[in-house]
């Protein structure tokens, strides 16, 4: 069979406060047309749906409608799991009748052991658990860690292996050996400890994997992880995103990337240049900006938006850094203007200019006259 692998939707997500449910929508469709394009045979969603355990109604009515579409419209068989972001007692609701319609959606782990056949595969739901739920399921207070929890699930999912089938592990955590790049990954293991090593996950043909939004997290041939559909961060500005297609017999991995709806673009310049070429630059998009001046420009986040309305981050190459002071008695004795030119200098990261010297020399000595 085939089926698409994606996970990290995280709807109703934020970037700076700028809603991201219109940049969702479209991304979705560009994914439901990869599953339409590609004849894929069910959709696997590793978890993290929403981006909050309480979403807004906005985001559960975008939720609602990208999973009708798939699911009643194309009549696509959809596997998904609950993430750490999810609240599996919310996203739980409605889960037994959803069933009926080939909507295979599990939040509980005692579930997970009961696989969903499609064609030549079981699928295994596993949501994302904590260590003292497998302690509990299992009466078992000798599972001390994550891959103690892992060796127990994994071995009593094998019992369930049908030999003439193909066997897909869909899981929602941090497996040992990944890269987390994202600043938008909530460092939530499973259980609050360690990862899960790879090698616990052998028995399994294909591992689809999520949690980590960069698909380059994880080298792998049959664990991935999807990464996110979209760029949630400045820290994901350079990846690119997209979905896997897997085929099971004969077994073949394919990425198709996908293409940001409005793309995160880091900035390097001075304020005159920013303006001078902005026009030349998608003006919806998002923006990370470093500003290089070194002098200060008054209000300069709001003159920046007149060209750059969606910046979610400004900074400045040159910050003012802090100053160990020397209280030592040569200290004492220099001049003023020594002093500051000194501050200056520990401050901004280079030497006063000889107008900006004059300009404090005038300024100390019309303070002296004032005094005297």
Known sequence: MRFLHTADWHIGKT???????????ATFKQIEQIAKAEHVDAMVIA??????????????????????KLNLVDRLPILAISGNHDSAARLSTGTDWFAYQSFFLNTNLARAFTPITIKDT?????????????RNYFNDDKIKNVNDA??????????????????????????AGSKRTADSETLI??????AVTTDVLSPFDYVALGHLHNKNALNEEKIKYSGSPMKFSVSEANQEKGVWLVDTAPFCVKWIPLTPVHDIHLLKASFDELITTAD????????????TNHDRIPDVLNKLREYYPKIVSLHRTHQAQKVQLNLSKKRAQESPLDLLADFYSQTMGNEMTSQQRKWAEDALTTVMKEEN
């Open 47 to 68: 978890g993290d749906l929403y981006d909050r355990s309480i979403p807004n109604e906005a985001a559960v009515k975008l939720l609602n409608q990208m999973l009708q």
């Open 15 to 25: 970037l700076n406060d700028f809603s991201l449910l219109n940049d969702q929508l």
């Open 150 to 175: 892992m060796q127990r699930i994994t071995a009593e999912m094998v019992k369930s292996f049908a030999p003439d089938k193909h066997h897909v592990l869909v899981a929602h955590f941090f497996a």
């Open 189 to 194: 293991e499973v259980g609050g400890l360690s």
């Open 122 to 134: 079981q699928f295994f739901l596993l949501p994302f658990f904590g260590i003292q739920e497998v």
């Open 280 to 291: 030349r630059k998608p003006r919806d998009d998002f923006y990370d900006i470093e500003l």
